[in-house]
């Protein structure tokens, strides 16, 4: 009898049919800057009309142990918008403007259904962020994953002028903290947050705790990530130039708003200026220590942006659920004072 590839594991024509399946969806992310199609080799993209100095930015991240709780759930439809998230967040501080965005999805064994759920996230979150989904990979992998697995990682170029990108020196004593609200724990400290509500807690994905008004568990921990491309280019339209943006990921407040600050200074934040969602409240209920939480956990908000003081209110009002947690001022110890 002769050996095919697919008796090793691989389905080529499972591969295949998933780019038919995804194409409509890679479409509706284009841009004009977008040249040719899906099915090449490569994605080619011309840089925006209307740059002197273009410089090209790039980041990129993966989505972590939440995919654990996706798999669990079965949900795999809002997985794709927290990968496109956690790469734009990152780009979007330096001043730019996320262009394309390129995936990566590997693992045993390819199962459509599924593959195609996660890309229609990932192009939700594209047309979100603004910028195209040019390519990707799909590796399917016999051996190297579970049986069911998969994992994710997203790579996502943007342009800013040169003149534009932001930098620590910029900011100075005096200036003004916002911060905008996440929408939850976004893809940051599920190992821990899933070890304090399941094992701990002994919750299920399915337990509906009061503090999550009828939500499950699960639907609590699968919100996708927060995407603060809009948020930042309302700033703009409204005429407001941020000074310096952080966008809080693993290691929290204390832990991101440092690298855009200048040695010689701090924030002091009022926590209390902004509301925590309930789930930390449960997870920091399950014996997680507060310096704990702090720095695992971006505790209710995603993203910090500096402006000068006489900005504020009107960047407050170019995004609405934007708040004044904060001033910078000089440092003396810690770079993050709370209170």
Same mark, same amino acid.
């Given at each position: 009898?002769?050996?095919?590839?697919?008796?090793?594991?691989?389905?080529?024509?499972?591969?295949?049919?998933?780019?038919?399946?995804?194409?409509?969806?890679?479409?509706?992310?284009?841009?004009?800057?977008?040249? /040719?199609?899906?099915?090449?080799?490569?994605?080619?993209?011309?840089?925006?009309?209307?740059?002197?100095?273009?410089?090209?930015?790039?980041?990129?991240?993966?989505?972590?142990?939440?995919?654990?709780?996706?798999?669990?759930?079965?949900?795999?439809?809002?997985?794709?918008?927290?990968?496109?998230?956690?790469?734009?967040?990152?780009?979007?501080?330096?001043?730019?403007?996320?262009? &394309?965005?390129?995936?990566?999805?590997?693992?045993?064994?390819?199962?459509?259904?599924?593959?195609?759920?996660?890309?229609?996230?990932?192009?939700?979150?594209?047309?979100?962020?603004?910028?195209?989904?040019?390519?990707?990979?799909?590796?399917?992998?016999?051996?190297?994953?579970?049986? /069911?697995?998969?994992?994710?990682?997203?790579?996502?170029?943007?342009?800013?002028?040169?003149?534009?990108?932001?930098?620590?020196?910029?900011?100075?004593?005096?200036?003004?903290?916002?911060?905008?609200?996440?929408?939850?724990?976004?893809?940051?400290?599920?190992?821990?947050?899933?070890?304090?509500?399941?094992?701990?807690?002994?919750?299920?994905?399915?337990?509906?705790?009061?503090?999550?008004? /009828?939500?499950?568990?699960?639907?609590?921990?699968?919100?996708?990530?927060?995407?603060?491309?809009?948020?930042?280019?309302?700033?703009?339209?409204?005429?407001?130039? &941020?000074?310096?943006?952080?966008?809080?990921?693993?290691?929290?407040?204390?832990?991101?708003?440092?690298?855009?600050?200048?040695?010689?200074?701090?924030?002091?934040?009022?926590?209390?200026?902004?509301?925590?969602?309930?789930?930390?409240?449960?997870?920091?209920?399950?014996?997680?220590?507060?310096?704990?939480?702090?720095?695992?956990?971006?505790?209710?908000?995603?993203?910090?942006?500096?402006?000068?003081?006489?900005?504020?209110?009107?960047?407050?009002?170019?995004?609405?659920?934007?708040?004044?947690?904060?001033?910078?001022?000089?440092?003396?110890?810690?770079?993050?004072?709370?209170?």
């Amino acid at each position: 009898m002769a050996l095919t590839y697919k008796d090793a594991g691989v389905d080529i024509e499972a591969g295949e049919a998933l780019v038919e399946e995804i194409k409509p969806l890679v479409e509706s992310t284009r841009r004009p800057e977008v040249l /040719g199609g899906i099915g090449g080799f490569a994605g080619l993209v011309r840089v925006p009309d209307g740059y002197r100095e273009p410089i090209l930015v790039s980041g990129t991240d993966g989505v972590g142990t939440k995919l654990k709780t996706a798999l669990a759930v079965g949900r795999h439809d809002t997985v794709g918008i927290d990968l496109v998230a956690m790469c734009v967040n990152d780009v979007i501080v330096t001043g730019a403007e996320p262009l &394309f965005f390129l995936d990566y999805y590997a693992t045993a064994k390819l199962e459509v259904a599924v593959a195609r759920d996660v890309v229609a996230g990932i192009a939700e979150g594209c047309r979100r962020a603004g910028c195209a989904l040019v390519g990707g990979e799909t590796a399917e992998l016999p051996g190297m994953y579970a049986p /069911g697995d998969y994992d994710l990682a997203g790579f996502c170029v943007g342009v800013v002028e040169r003149s534009e990108i932001r930098d620590r020196e910029q900011v100075t004593a005096g200036q003004v903290v916002l911060g905008i609200p996440s929408t939850g724990l976004h893809s940051n400290g599920h190992s821990l947050a899933r070890k304090a509500l399941l094992e701990v807690l002994g919750l299920g994905y399915d337990a509906t705790p009061d503090e999550l008004g /009828g939500r499950t568990v699960g639907e609590a921990l699968l919100e996708p990530t927060r995407i603060y491309v809009p948020d930042l280019r309302a700033l703009g339209d409204a005429g407001v130039r &941020f000074v310096a943006a952080a966008h809080i990921t693993g290691g929290g407040l204390p832990g991101n708003v440092p690298r855009v600050l200048p040695d010689s200074l701090a924030v002091r934040l009022d926590p209390s200026s902004w509301e925590v969602p309930a789930i930390f409240a449960i997870i920091a209920g399950a014996g997680v220590p507060e310096a704990e939480m702090r720095r695992t956990f971006n505790l209710g908000i995603g993203m910090v942006v500096v402006v000068d003081r006489d900005r504020a209110d009107a960047a407050v009002a170019a995004i609405s659920d934007a708040r004044v947690i904060g001033e910078v001022v000089p440092r003396t110890g810690d770079a993050v004072l709370f209170g």
